[in-house]
């Protein structure tokens, strides 16, 4: 099992999540099957350094329902980093980037973040 490392100093968001998702899938391999689940794990590493906008970090909103009424929640990017970590916001992203199937479980196990090292 391969282990790919990502430098997340400087980059996006968007565009960190869809490199990490395609690796996760297999995409980047030659015998790639979408029934698979893919053999690489990727460590993405100085997560602290991710280049998030000002903008985007008061504005963006993360939406989960309970299934009652009146059960939506809603939280900014900044209360997630605050409650969390910028660790969740990556995690969050990729997770959406995967197809919605019975592998997105097994690539998201696959998923290592770690913060500045």
Do not use: W
Not at 21 to 32: E, S
Not at 65 to 78: A, D, L, N
Not at 98 to 108: Q, S, T, V
């Amino acid at each position: 099992m391969q282990t790919h490392t990502i430098d997340a100093t400087g980059k996006r968001l968007g565009r960190l999540a869809s490199e990490v998702a395609v690796i996760l899938m297999g995409k980047h391999l030659p015998d790639f099957a979408r029934n698979k689940p893919g053999t690489a794990s990727v460590l993405v590493t100085n997560a602290e350094l991710l280049d998030l906008p000002a903008k985007k970090i008061k504005e963006k909103k993360y939406v989960r329902y309970s299934g009652y009424p009146r059960g939506i929640r809603e939280r900014t990017m900044q209360k997630v980093i605050e409650k969390f970590d910028v660790e969740r916001v990556i995690q969050d992203a990729v997770y959406c980037m995967l197809p919605g199937n019975r592998l997105r479980g097994d690539r998201m196990k696959r998923l290592t973040i770690k913060g500045k090292i």
